[in-house]
Protein backbone atom coordinates (compact mmCIF):
# COMPACT_ATOMS: atom_id res chain seq x y z
CA UNK A 1 0.00 0.00 0.00
CA UNK A 2 2.78 2.54 0.63
CA UNK A 3 4.28 1.81 -2.30
CA UNK A 4 1.46 2.71 -4.27
CA UNK A 5 1.85 6.08 -5.89
CA UNK A 6 -0.45 8.56 -4.86
CA UNK A 7 0.44 12.00 -6.77
CA UNK A 8 1.91 11.77 -10.17
CA UNK A 9 3.03 14.52 -12.25
CA UNK A 10 4.88 14.30 -15.82
CA UNK A 11 5.72 17.62 -17.55
CA UNK A 12 3.03 19.70 -15.85
CA UNK A 13 3.48 23.45 -17.17
CA UNK A 14 1.07 26.39 -16.51
CA UNK A 15 1.30 29.23 -18.32
CA UNK A 16 -0.79 32.64 -17.30
CA UNK A 17 -1.11 35.85 -19.70
CA UNK A 18 -0.70 38.76 -17.41
CA UNK A 19 -1.68 42.63 -18.46
CA UNK A 20 1.28 44.74 -18.07
CA UNK A 21 1.02 48.27 -17.05
CA UNK A 22 3.36 50.96 -17.09
CA UNK A 23 2.95 53.61 -14.14
CA UNK A 24 1.50 56.88 -14.54
CA UNK A 25 -1.18 58.89 -16.29
CA UNK A 26 1.02 58.02 -19.82
CA UNK A 27 1.12 54.21 -18.89
CA UNK A 28 -2.47 53.94 -17.73
CA UNK A 29 -3.67 55.74 -21.29
CA UNK A 30 -1.06 52.99 -22.67
CA UNK A 31 -2.56 50.36 -20.78
CA UNK A 32 -6.73 51.87 -22.10
CA UNK A 33 -5.93 51.12 -25.43
CA UNK A 34 -2.98 49.00 -26.54
CA UNK A 35 -2.95 46.54 -23.63
CA UNK A 36 0.00 44.35 -23.81
CA UNK A 37 0.29 40.84 -21.85
CA UNK A 38 3.25 38.49 -21.25
CA UNK A 39 2.75 35.00 -21.25
CA UNK A 40 4.37 33.37 -17.11
CA UNK A 41 5.70 30.41 -17.52
CA UNK A 42 4.29 29.67 -13.72
CA UNK A 43 5.59 26.10 -13.62
CA UNK A 44 7.46 24.06 -16.19
CA UNK A 45 7.72 20.58 -17.24
CA UNK A 46 7.54 19.46 -13.53
CA UNK A 47 7.44 15.60 -13.22
CA UNK A 48 7.66 13.67 -9.50
CA UNK A 49 6.36 11.12 -7.82
CA UNK A 50 4.21 10.84 -3.95
CA UNK A 51 4.27 7.78 -2.34
CA UNK A 52 0.93 6.54 -0.16
CA UNK A 53 1.69 8.32 3.18
CA UNK A 54 4.55 10.12 2.64
CA UNK A 55 4.79 13.81 3.88
CA UNK A 56 7.03 16.05 1.28
CA UNK A 57 7.99 19.52 1.43
CA UNK A 58 7.28 21.41 -1.26
CA UNK A 59 9.45 24.45 -1.21
CA UNK A 60 10.24 27.54 -3.24
CA UNK A 61 10.35 31.53 -3.15
CA UNK A 62 7.17 33.34 -3.43
CA UNK A 63 6.41 33.59 -6.84
CA UNK A 64 8.08 30.28 -8.01
CA UNK A 65 4.90 28.21 -8.89
CA UNK A 66 3.90 25.99 -5.71
CA UNK A 67 0.56 27.14 -5.20
CA UNK A 68 -0.18 27.15 -9.02
CA UNK A 69 1.49 23.81 -9.22
CA UNK A 70 -0.68 22.62 -5.61
CA UNK A 71 -3.92 24.29 -7.66
CA UNK A 72 -3.08 21.98 -10.48
CA UNK A 73 -2.60 18.75 -8.03
CA UNK A 74 -6.31 19.59 -6.03
CA UNK A 75 -8.04 20.46 -9.48
CA UNK A 76 -8.41 24.31 -9.05
CA UNK A 77 -7.05 24.94 -11.93
CA UNK A 78 -6.57 23.18 -15.96
CA UNK A 79 -2.43 22.37 -16.70
CA UNK A 80 -1.18 23.92 -19.96
CA UNK A 81 0.50 21.00 -20.73
CA UNK A 82 1.55 17.81 -19.20
CA UNK A 83 -0.04 14.74 -17.58
CA UNK A 84 -1.34 15.02 -13.55
CA UNK A 85 -2.80 12.11 -11.71
CA UNK A 86 -4.14 12.16 -8.37
CA UNK A 87 -5.38 8.98 -6.34
CA UNK A 88 -5.87 7.45 -9.28
CA UNK A 89 -8.02 10.23 -11.10
CA UNK A 90 -7.67 13.38 -13.54
CA UNK A 91 -7.72 16.14 -10.68
CA UNK A 92 -9.48 19.02 -13.11
CA UNK A 93 -12.49 16.70 -14.32
CA UNK A 94 -13.12 16.82 -10.67
CA UNK A 95 -15.08 13.98 -9.96
CA UNK A 96 -17.18 13.47 -6.77
CA UNK A 97 -14.70 10.19 -6.34
CA UNK A 98 -11.68 12.35 -6.62
CA UNK A 99 -13.20 15.67 -4.75
CA UNK A 100 -13.90 13.35 -1.64
CA UNK A 101 -10.30 11.67 -1.66
CA UNK A 102 -8.03 15.01 -1.17
CA UNK A 103 -8.81 18.17 0.49
CA UNK A 104 -6.24 21.72 0.01
CA UNK A 105 -5.88 24.05 2.92
CA UNK A 106 -4.67 27.48 2.09
CA UNK A 107 -3.18 29.33 4.73
CA UNK A 108 -4.84 32.74 3.06
CA UNK A 109 -8.16 31.29 2.45
CA UNK A 110 -11.15 30.48 4.93
CA UNK A 111 -13.97 28.19 3.95
CA UNK A 112 -15.62 28.74 7.12
CA UNK A 113 -18.45 31.19 7.29
CA UNK A 114 -17.29 34.48 9.37
CA UNK A 115 -20.56 34.95 11.16
CA UNK A 116 -21.61 31.57 12.62
CA UNK A 117 -19.83 28.86 14.55
CA UNK A 118 -17.27 26.78 12.56
CA UNK A 119 -20.22 23.81 13.78
CA UNK A 120 -22.69 25.42 11.62
CA UNK A 121 -19.85 25.04 8.32
CA UNK A 122 -18.91 21.89 9.82
CA UNK A 123 -22.17 20.62 9.58
CA UNK A 124 -22.79 21.95 5.96
CA UNK A 125 -19.34 20.12 5.00
CA UNK A 126 -20.89 16.90 7.02
CA UNK A 127 -23.80 16.99 4.40
CA UNK A 128 -22.01 17.82 1.62
CA UNK A 129 -19.73 14.41 2.25
CA UNK A 130 -22.34 12.48 3.36
CA UNK A 131 -21.03 11.81 6.80
CA UNK A 132 -23.56 10.36 8.84
CA UNK A 133 -24.72 12.17 12.28
CA UNK A 134 -23.29 10.06 14.14
CA UNK A 135 -20.37 9.53 12.38
CA UNK A 136 -20.33 13.49 12.33
CA UNK A 137 -20.05 13.36 16.09
CA UNK A 138 -17.27 11.13 16.34
CA UNK A 139 -15.02 12.91 13.98
CA UNK A 140 -15.67 16.26 14.86
CA UNK A 141 -15.19 14.96 18.60
CA UNK A 142 -11.94 13.13 17.11
CA UNK A 143 -10.31 15.88 15.42
CA UNK A 144 -11.26 18.62 17.64
CA UNK A 145 -9.59 16.87 20.36
CA UNK A 146 -6.25 16.24 18.33
CA UNK A 147 -6.43 20.29 17.57
CA UNK A 148 -7.15 21.28 21.29
CA UNK A 149 -10.38 23.05 19.73
CA UNK A 150 -13.31 21.21 21.71
CA UNK A 151 -14.63 24.27 23.57
CA UNK A 152 -14.30 26.67 20.59
CA UNK A 153 -16.53 25.41 18.01
CA UNK A 154 -19.61 27.07 19.01
CA UNK A 155 -18.36 30.70 19.32
CA UNK A 156 -18.83 32.65 15.73
CA UNK A 157 -15.36 32.59 13.65
CA UNK A 158 -14.79 35.90 13.77
CA UNK A 159 -14.72 35.82 17.50
CA UNK A 160 -11.47 33.35 17.60
CA UNK A 161 -7.84 34.01 17.11
CA UNK A 162 -5.97 33.34 14.27
CA UNK A 163 -4.61 30.26 15.57
CA UNK A 164 -7.96 28.81 16.57
CA UNK A 165 -9.16 30.13 13.24
CA UNK A 166 -6.60 28.10 11.33
CA UNK A 167 -6.56 25.03 13.51
CA UNK A 168 -11.04 24.90 12.66
CA UNK A 169 -10.35 25.29 8.99
CA UNK A 170 -8.05 22.37 9.44
CA UNK A 171 -10.96 20.60 11.57
CA UNK A 172 -13.18 21.39 8.33
CA UNK A 173 -11.29 20.07 5.61
CA UNK A 174 -9.92 16.86 7.45
CA UNK A 175 -13.92 16.25 7.89
CA UNK A 176 -14.56 13.97 5.17
CA UNK A 177 -11.15 12.09 5.89
CA UNK A 178 -9.04 13.10 2.90
CA UNK A 179 -6.40 10.66 2.20
CA UNK A 180 -4.11 13.71 0.11
CA UNK A 181 -3.87 16.71 1.75
CA UNK A 182 -2.29 19.77 -0.24
CA UNK A 183 -0.83 22.11 2.31
CA UNK A 184 -0.39 25.47 1.76
CA UNK A 185 1.06 27.45 3.98
CA UNK A 186 -1.13 26.07 6.82
CA UNK A 187 0.59 28.07 9.56
CA UNK A 188 0.84 31.04 8.34
CA UNK A 189 0.75 33.87 10.66
CA UNK A 190 0.76 31.73 13.69
CA UNK A 191 2.36 32.15 16.92
CA UNK A 192 4.89 30.13 17.76
CA UNK A 193 2.58 27.24 20.00
CA UNK A 194 0.24 27.78 17.35
CA UNK A 195 2.43 26.23 15.00
CA UNK A 196 3.80 23.28 17.39
CA UNK A 197 0.30 22.36 17.58
CA UNK A 198 -0.82 22.42 13.96
CA UNK A 199 2.50 20.15 13.24
CA UNK A 200 1.54 17.87 15.74
CA UNK A 201 -1.91 17.59 14.58
CA UNK A 202 -0.63 16.87 10.92
CA UNK A 203 1.75 14.41 12.49
CA UNK A 204 -0.92 12.69 14.29
CA UNK A 205 -3.11 12.90 11.10
CA UNK A 206 -0.74 11.33 8.87
CA UNK A 207 0.35 8.20 11.23
CA UNK A 208 -3.62 7.67 11.96
CA UNK A 209 -4.64 7.53 8.53
CA UNK A 210 -1.34 6.88 6.39
CA UNK A 211 -2.57 10.19 4.93
CA UNK A 212 -0.37 11.23 1.75
CA UNK A 213 1.09 15.10 2.52
CA UNK A 214 2.07 17.84 0.08
CA UNK A 215 3.39 20.67 2.43
CA UNK A 216 4.56 24.08 1.31
CA UNK A 217 5.96 26.22 4.20
CA UNK A 218 8.13 29.76 4.53
CA UNK A 219 9.35 28.03 8.19
CA UNK A 220 11.99 25.69 8.42
CA UNK A 221 10.68 24.45 11.58
CA UNK A 222 7.12 22.89 9.49
CA UNK A 223 9.69 21.06 7.12
CA UNK A 224 11.75 19.76 9.46
CA UNK A 225 9.48 18.64 11.72
CA UNK A 226 6.88 16.92 9.08
CA UNK A 227 8.92 15.84 5.91
CA UNK A 228 11.72 13.00 5.06
CA UNK A 229 11.47 14.63 1.68
CA UNK A 230 11.49 18.15 -0.01
CA UNK A 231 10.99 19.37 -3.26
CA UNK A 232 12.41 22.75 -4.61
CA UNK A 233 11.57 25.00 -6.48
CA UNK A 234 12.16 27.69 -8.62
CA UNK A 235 11.11 30.03 -11.26
CA UNK A 236 8.09 27.23 -11.82
CA UNK A 237 11.07 24.62 -12.52
CA UNK A 238 11.69 21.48 -10.04
CA UNK A 239 15.64 21.89 -8.72
CA UNK A 240 15.60 19.78 -5.99
CA UNK A 241 13.80 16.52 -5.24
CA UNK A 242 15.27 14.47 -1.94
CA UNK A 243 15.89 14.30 1.32
CA UNK A 244 15.57 16.69 3.72
CA UNK A 245 19.30 16.35 5.39
CA UNK A 246 20.40 16.13 2.11
CA UNK A 247 19.28 19.90 1.67
CA UNK A 248 20.25 21.34 5.06
CA UNK A 249 23.47 19.49 4.60
CA UNK A 250 24.23 20.75 1.18
CA UNK A 251 22.83 24.36 1.26
CA UNK A 252 22.17 25.30 5.03
CA UNK A 253 25.11 24.62 7.10
CA UNK A 254 24.76 28.14 8.83
CA UNK A 255 22.69 28.92 11.49
CA UNK A 256 21.96 32.21 12.69
CA UNK A 257 22.38 33.75 15.89
CA UNK A 258 20.58 37.00 17.39
CA UNK A 259 21.74 39.11 19.54
CA UNK A 260 20.52 41.84 21.99
CA UNK A 261 23.13 43.54 23.18
CA UNK A 262 23.31 45.68 26.62
CA UNK A 263 25.28 48.36 24.30
CA UNK A 264 26.37 48.81 21.31
CA UNK A 265 29.31 47.06 20.27
CA UNK A 266 32.08 48.19 17.34
CA UNK A 267 32.05 45.96 14.41
CA UNK A 268 36.01 45.12 14.62
CA UNK A 269 35.21 42.96 18.43
CA UNK A 270 31.87 41.49 17.22
CA UNK A 271 33.38 39.97 14.02
CA UNK A 272 35.46 37.65 16.08
CA UNK A 273 32.35 35.67 16.72
CA UNK A 274 31.08 34.73 13.96
CA UNK A 275 30.24 35.86 10.21
CA UNK A 276 27.98 39.20 10.74
CA UNK A 277 24.96 39.62 8.92
CA UNK A 278 23.91 42.62 10.18
CA UNK A 279 24.28 45.66 12.97
CA UNK A 280 21.49 47.52 14.50
CA UNK A 281 22.47 49.76 17.23
CA UNK A 282 22.72 46.90 20.16
CA UNK A 283 21.25 44.02 17.73
CA UNK A 284 23.25 41.79 16.04
CA UNK A 285 22.70 39.08 13.83
CA UNK A 286 25.70 36.38 13.25
CA UNK A 287 25.52 33.26 10.75
CA UNK A 288 27.47 30.07 12.10
CA UNK A 289 28.44 26.62 10.82
CA UNK A 290 26.55 24.28 12.97
CA UNK A 291 29.47 22.50 14.09
CA UNK A 292 31.08 25.78 15.82
CA UNK A 293 27.57 26.75 17.25
CA UNK A 294 28.06 25.61 20.69
CA UNK A 295 31.80 27.06 20.81
CA UNK A 296 30.12 29.90 19.38
CA UNK A 297 27.16 30.98 21.83
CA UNK A 298 29.11 30.07 24.94
CA UNK A 299 31.97 32.21 23.71
CA UNK A 300 29.71 34.73 22.95
CA UNK A 301 28.06 34.34 26.74
CA UNK A 302 31.65 34.73 28.32
CA UNK A 303 32.95 37.82 26.64
CA UNK A 304 30.13 40.09 25.56
CA UNK A 305 26.78 41.57 28.40
CA UNK A 306 24.05 39.61 26.26
CA UNK A 307 20.45 40.73 27.79
CA UNK A 308 19.01 38.58 24.92
CA UNK A 309 20.23 35.51 22.63
CA UNK A 310 18.72 33.46 20.18
CA UNK A 311 19.39 30.91 17.47
CA UNK A 312 17.34 30.37 14.84
CA UNK A 313 17.39 28.26 11.32
CA UNK A 314 18.20 30.34 8.33
CA UNK A 315 15.06 31.86 6.82
CA UNK A 316 13.92 28.85 3.94
CA UNK A 317 14.39 31.77 1.56
CA UNK A 318 18.22 31.81 2.59
CA UNK A 319 18.47 28.50 1.91
CA UNK A 320 17.02 28.31 -1.05
CA UNK A 321 18.60 31.25 -2.23
CA UNK A 322 21.77 28.77 -1.61
CA UNK A 323 20.22 26.08 -3.61
CA UNK A 324 19.78 28.42 -6.68
CA UNK A 325 23.26 30.13 -6.00
CA UNK A 326 24.59 26.52 -6.40
CA UNK A 327 22.58 26.03 -9.46
CA UNK A 328 22.05 22.07 -8.34
CA UNK A 329 19.46 20.03 -10.41
CA UNK A 330 18.70 16.74 -9.15
CA UNK B 1 -32.68 11.75 -3.09
CA UNK B 2 -33.12 11.60 0.71
CA UNK B 3 -29.14 12.75 0.61
CA UNK B 4 -30.30 15.77 -2.08
CA UNK B 5 -33.43 17.14 0.41
CA UNK B 6 -30.77 16.81 3.67
CA UNK B 7 -28.08 18.58 1.76
CA UNK B 8 -30.82 21.34 0.95
CA UNK B 9 -32.16 21.13 4.37
CA UNK B 10 -28.60 21.36 6.17
CA UNK B 11 -27.84 24.41 3.60
CA UNK B 12 -30.79 26.65 4.01
CA UNK B 13 -31.12 25.87 7.60
CA UNK B 14 -27.20 27.08 7.97
CA UNK B 15 -27.32 29.98 5.76
CA UNK B 16 -30.85 30.63 7.59
CA UNK B 17 -28.79 31.18 10.78
CA UNK B 18 -26.45 33.26 8.78
CA UNK B 19 -29.18 35.69 7.38
CA UNK B 20 -30.39 35.82 10.72
CA UNK B 21 -27.32 37.23 11.96
CA UNK B 22 -28.30 40.55 9.83
CA UNK B 23 -31.34 40.86 11.19
CA UNK B 24 -30.99 44.79 11.84
CA UNK B 25 -29.80 45.24 8.09
CA UNK B 26 -32.72 43.05 6.68
CA UNK B 27 -34.92 45.60 7.74
CA UNK B 28 -33.23 48.16 5.90
CA UNK B 29 -33.01 46.03 2.71
CA UNK B 30 -36.84 45.22 2.71
CA UNK B 31 -37.39 49.20 2.91
CA UNK B 32 -34.55 50.01 0.18
CA UNK B 33 -36.75 47.52 -1.86
CA UNK B 34 -40.01 49.93 -1.31
CA UNK B 35 -39.67 51.74 -4.81
CA UNK B 36 -42.71 50.06 -5.77
CA UNK B 37 -44.22 52.24 -3.15
CA UNK B 38 -43.14 55.26 -4.43
CA UNK B 39 -44.21 54.57 -8.00
CA UNK B 40 -47.51 53.74 -6.57
CA UNK B 41 -47.97 57.65 -4.88
CA UNK B 42 -46.83 58.97 -8.89
CA UNK B 43 -49.34 56.49 -10.68
CA UNK B 44 -52.40 56.80 -8.35
CA UNK B 45 -51.70 60.70 -8.63
CA UNK B 46 -51.53 60.75 -12.43
CA UNK B 47 -54.59 58.02 -12.93
CA UNK B 48 -56.85 60.53 -9.95
CA UNK B 49 -55.97 63.59 -12.78
CA UNK B 50 -56.10 61.45 -16.30
CA UNK B 51 -57.05 58.89 -18.12
CA UNK B 52 -55.24 55.17 -17.75
CA UNK B 53 -56.13 51.91 -17.97
CA UNK B 54 -55.68 51.23 -14.38
CA UNK B 55 -57.96 52.89 -12.05
CA UNK B 56 -56.14 54.65 -8.78
CA UNK B 57 -57.33 51.56 -6.92
CA UNK B 58 -56.34 48.87 -9.24
CA UNK B 59 -52.99 50.99 -9.38
CA UNK B 60 -52.41 50.83 -5.34
CA UNK B 61 -53.19 47.31 -5.55
CA UNK B 62 -50.93 46.32 -8.45
CA UNK B 63 -48.04 48.22 -7.05
CA UNK B 64 -48.61 45.98 -3.90
CA UNK B 65 -48.11 42.93 -5.65
CA UNK B 66 -45.39 44.59 -7.54
CA UNK B 67 -43.54 45.52 -3.73
CA UNK B 68 -44.19 41.70 -3.07
CA UNK B 69 -42.59 40.12 -6.43
CA UNK B 70 -39.69 42.66 -6.03
CA UNK B 71 -39.07 41.53 -2.43
CA UNK B 72 -39.15 37.96 -3.66
CA UNK B 73 -36.99 38.55 -6.52
CA UNK B 74 -33.92 39.98 -5.14
CA UNK B 75 -30.55 38.82 -5.70
CA UNK B 76 -27.21 39.63 -5.79
CA UNK B 77 -25.38 36.27 -6.29
CA UNK B 78 -23.40 38.81 -8.36
CA UNK B 79 -21.76 40.36 -6.46
CA UNK B 80 -20.32 37.22 -4.11
CA UNK B 81 -19.73 35.49 -6.93
CA UNK B 82 -17.53 38.85 -8.48
CA UNK B 83 -15.63 38.30 -4.83
CA UNK B 84 -15.58 34.97 -4.82
CA UNK B 85 -13.85 34.87 -8.16
CA UNK B 86 -11.42 37.74 -7.88
CA UNK B 87 -10.47 37.32 -4.76
CA UNK B 88 -9.96 33.53 -5.16
CA UNK B 89 -12.48 32.64 -2.39
CA UNK B 90 -14.03 30.42 -5.21
CA UNK B 91 -11.54 27.68 -4.32
CA UNK B 92 -13.19 26.70 -1.91
CA UNK B 93 -16.10 25.65 -3.10
CA UNK B 94 -14.56 24.37 -5.98
CA UNK B 95 -13.26 21.72 -3.91
CA UNK B 96 -16.04 20.38 -2.58
CA UNK B 97 -18.06 17.90 -4.16
CA UNK B 98 -21.65 19.91 -4.51
CA UNK B 99 -21.63 22.76 -7.10
CA UNK B 100 -21.28 26.00 -5.37
CA UNK B 101 -24.45 27.48 -7.42
CA UNK B 102 -26.18 25.54 -4.58
CA UNK B 103 -24.44 27.83 -2.19
CA UNK B 104 -25.52 30.99 -3.43
CA UNK B 105 -29.11 29.57 -3.90
CA UNK B 106 -29.35 28.36 -0.64
CA UNK B 107 -28.16 31.44 0.91
CA UNK B 108 -30.65 33.72 -1.09
CA UNK B 109 -33.83 31.26 -0.20
CA UNK B 110 -32.41 31.66 3.60
CA UNK B 111 -32.80 35.18 3.30
CA UNK B 112 -36.31 35.10 1.84
CA UNK B 113 -37.74 32.98 4.99
CA UNK B 114 -35.62 35.98 7.03
CA UNK B 115 -36.81 38.36 5.48
CA UNK B 116 -40.34 37.52 5.03
CA UNK B 117 -41.80 38.93 8.56
CA UNK B 118 -40.41 42.01 7.73
CA UNK B 119 -42.09 42.05 4.57
CA UNK B 120 -45.34 40.27 6.17
CA UNK B 121 -45.51 43.57 8.52
CA UNK B 122 -45.06 46.38 5.97
CA UNK B 123 -47.98 45.04 4.31
CA UNK B 124 -50.06 44.62 6.89
CA UNK B 125 -49.60 48.65 7.55
CA UNK B 126 -49.96 49.52 4.00
CA UNK B 127 -53.70 47.83 4.57
CA UNK B 128 -54.18 49.36 7.94
CA UNK B 129 -53.01 52.73 6.78
CA UNK B 130 -54.93 51.78 3.24
CA UNK B 131 -58.01 49.80 4.61
CA UNK B 132 -59.81 50.57 0.88
CA UNK B 133 -56.94 48.95 -1.50
CA UNK B 134 -57.56 45.21 1.06
CA UNK B 135 -58.76 42.42 -1.43
CA UNK B 136 -59.27 38.94 -1.19
CA UNK B 137 -58.00 37.11 -4.33
CA UNK B 138 -59.35 34.03 -5.52
CA UNK B 139 -57.62 30.81 -4.08
CA UNK B 140 -56.42 29.83 -8.12
CA UNK B 141 -54.79 33.25 -8.64
CA UNK B 142 -53.44 32.89 -5.22
CA UNK B 143 -51.85 29.56 -6.06
CA UNK B 144 -50.52 30.59 -9.68
CA UNK B 145 -49.27 33.86 -7.57
CA UNK B 146 -47.38 31.48 -5.72
CA UNK B 147 -45.77 29.74 -8.31
CA UNK B 148 -45.05 32.53 -10.80
CA UNK B 149 -43.13 33.87 -7.94
CA UNK B 150 -41.23 30.84 -6.83
CA UNK B 151 -40.77 30.77 -11.35
CA UNK B 152 -39.90 34.28 -10.97
CA UNK B 153 -37.28 34.24 -7.98
CA UNK B 154 -35.51 31.00 -9.96
CA UNK B 155 -35.45 32.95 -13.47
CA UNK B 156 -34.07 36.35 -11.77
CA UNK B 157 -31.09 34.05 -9.88
CA UNK B 158 -30.24 32.15 -13.24
CA UNK B 159 -30.52 35.60 -14.98
CA UNK B 160 -28.03 37.00 -12.68
CA UNK B 161 -26.06 33.73 -12.25
CA UNK B 162 -25.18 33.63 -16.06
CA UNK B 163 -24.43 37.54 -15.83
CA UNK B 164 -22.00 37.12 -12.75
CA UNK B 165 -19.87 34.06 -15.15
CA UNK B 166 -18.40 37.23 -16.72
CA UNK B 167 -16.28 37.62 -13.62
CA UNK B 168 -14.03 34.65 -14.89
CA UNK B 169 -13.53 37.57 -17.81
CA UNK B 170 -13.52 40.82 -16.44
CA UNK B 171 -13.16 41.77 -13.31
CA UNK B 172 -16.41 43.58 -12.60
CA UNK B 173 -19.37 41.95 -13.45
CA UNK B 174 -21.63 43.61 -11.76
CA UNK B 175 -21.00 46.31 -14.23
CA UNK B 176 -22.93 44.28 -16.94
CA UNK B 177 -25.51 43.54 -14.12
CA UNK B 178 -26.04 47.45 -13.53
CA UNK B 179 -26.60 47.94 -16.92
CA UNK B 180 -29.46 45.28 -17.10
CA UNK B 181 -30.65 46.56 -14.14
CA UNK B 182 -31.81 49.83 -16.58
CA UNK B 183 -33.93 47.52 -18.35
CA UNK B 184 -35.62 45.26 -15.59
CA UNK B 185 -36.69 48.34 -13.79
CA UNK B 186 -38.31 49.40 -16.72
CA UNK B 187 -39.55 46.21 -18.94
CA UNK B 188 -40.38 44.14 -15.61
CA UNK B 189 -43.16 46.19 -14.61
CA UNK B 190 -41.47 47.91 -11.45
CA UNK B 191 -41.85 51.15 -12.77
CA UNK B 192 -45.42 51.24 -14.39
CA UNK B 193 -47.98 48.12 -15.22
CA UNK B 194 -47.49 46.72 -18.81
CA UNK B 195 -51.09 48.18 -19.66
CA UNK B 196 -49.39 52.02 -19.61
CA UNK B 197 -47.02 50.78 -22.32
CA UNK B 198 -47.80 51.71 -25.73
CA UNK B 199 -49.48 48.31 -27.63
CA UNK B 200 -46.07 48.09 -29.43
CA UNK B 201 -43.32 48.22 -27.00
CA UNK B 202 -46.09 46.47 -24.56
CA UNK B 203 -45.80 43.35 -26.89
CA UNK B 204 -41.96 43.59 -27.51
CA UNK B 205 -41.47 43.24 -24.08
CA UNK B 206 -43.54 40.23 -23.39
CA UNK B 207 -41.21 38.33 -25.45
CA UNK B 208 -38.14 39.41 -22.63
CA UNK B 209 -37.98 37.90 -19.50
CA UNK B 210 -38.18 40.98 -17.66
CA UNK B 211 -41.72 40.93 -17.41
CA UNK B 212 -42.07 37.52 -16.10
CA UNK B 213 -40.52 38.89 -12.53
CA UNK B 214 -42.49 41.16 -11.88
CA UNK B 215 -45.51 42.20 -13.59
CA UNK B 216 -46.32 38.42 -14.72
CA UNK B 217 -46.91 38.02 -10.88
CA UNK B 218 -48.43 40.97 -10.08
CA UNK B 219 -50.65 41.00 -12.62
CA UNK B 220 -52.41 37.21 -11.43
CA UNK B 221 -53.14 38.78 -7.87
CA UNK B 222 -54.53 41.80 -9.21
CA UNK B 223 -56.26 39.81 -11.28
CA UNK B 224 -55.69 41.89 -14.45
CA UNK B 225 -55.53 40.34 -17.52
CA UNK B 226 -53.03 38.30 -18.68
CA UNK B 227 -52.05 35.28 -20.59
CA UNK B 228 -51.39 32.61 -18.12
CA UNK B 229 -50.37 30.02 -19.81
CA UNK B 230 -47.83 32.05 -22.24
CA UNK B 231 -46.81 33.64 -19.06
CA UNK B 232 -45.24 30.52 -17.71
CA UNK B 233 -44.36 29.01 -20.88
CA UNK B 234 -42.40 32.21 -21.22
CA UNK B 235 -40.74 31.73 -18.07
CA UNK B 236 -39.86 28.19 -18.84
CA UNK B 237 -38.37 29.11 -22.44
CA UNK B 238 -36.28 31.83 -20.77
CA UNK B 239 -35.24 29.72 -17.77
CA UNK B 240 -33.99 26.98 -20.23
CA UNK B 241 -32.26 29.51 -22.27
CA UNK B 242 -30.41 30.98 -19.25
CA UNK B 243 -29.24 27.70 -17.73
CA UNK B 244 -27.78 26.48 -20.93
CA UNK B 245 -25.72 30.02 -21.11
CA UNK B 246 -24.85 28.98 -18.07
CA UNK B 247 -24.11 25.90 -17.67
CA UNK B 248 -21.85 26.84 -20.76
CA UNK B 249 -20.15 30.00 -19.53
CA UNK B 250 -19.05 27.69 -16.62
CA UNK B 251 -16.97 25.54 -18.40
CA UNK B 252 -15.74 27.74 -20.55
CA UNK B 253 -14.88 29.60 -16.64
CA UNK B 254 -13.19 27.30 -15.25
CA UNK B 255 -10.79 26.85 -17.76
CA UNK B 256 -10.32 31.07 -17.07
CA UNK B 257 -9.78 30.00 -13.16
CA UNK B 258 -6.84 31.04 -12.01
CA UNK B 259 -7.53 30.92 -8.06
CA UNK B 260 -6.10 34.21 -7.72
CA UNK B 261 -4.90 36.15 -4.77
CA UNK B 262 -2.91 32.45 -3.92
Known amino acids: ?330 | MNKILHKAKVLCLVYYAYMLEYRAELLFWVLSGSLPFILMGVWIKAAQAGQFALRPLEFARYFLAAFLARQFTVIWVIWDFERDVVEGQLSNRLLQPIDPVWRYFAAHCAERLARAPFVGVLIALFFWLYPESFWVPSLASLLLFGLALLLSFCLRFLMQYTLAMFAFWIERATAIEQFWFLFFIFLSGLAAPLEVFPPLLREVTLWTPFPYIIYFPAAIVVGLPVDVLRGFLMMLGWGWVFFVCNRWLWRQGLKQYSGMGA
Not at chain 1, 97 to 113: A, D, E, N
Not at chain 1, 120 to 149: Q, T
Not at chain 1, 189 to 200: E, F, K, P, W
Not at chain 1, 218 to 241: E, F, K
Request: proline fraction near 4%; charge should be neutral.
Open chain 1, 1 to 330: MRDQIVVEAEGLSKVYSVALKEPGFRGTLRHLFRRQYRLIEAVQKVSFQIRAGEVVGFLGPNGAGKTTTLKMLSGLIHPSAGRVCVAGQVPFRRETSFLQKITLVMGQKQQLLWDLPALDSLKINAAVYEISDVEFRYRVGELSEMLSLQDKLNQPIRKLSLGERMKAELLAALLHRPSVLFLDEPTLGLDVNAQVSVRDFLREYNQCYGATVLLTSHYMADITALCQRVMVIDAGQLIYDGSLEGLLDRFAPYREIKLELAAPQPREILQAYGEIESIEGPSVRFCVRREKMTQAVSHILANLDVLDLSVTDPPIEEVIGRVFKAGNVS
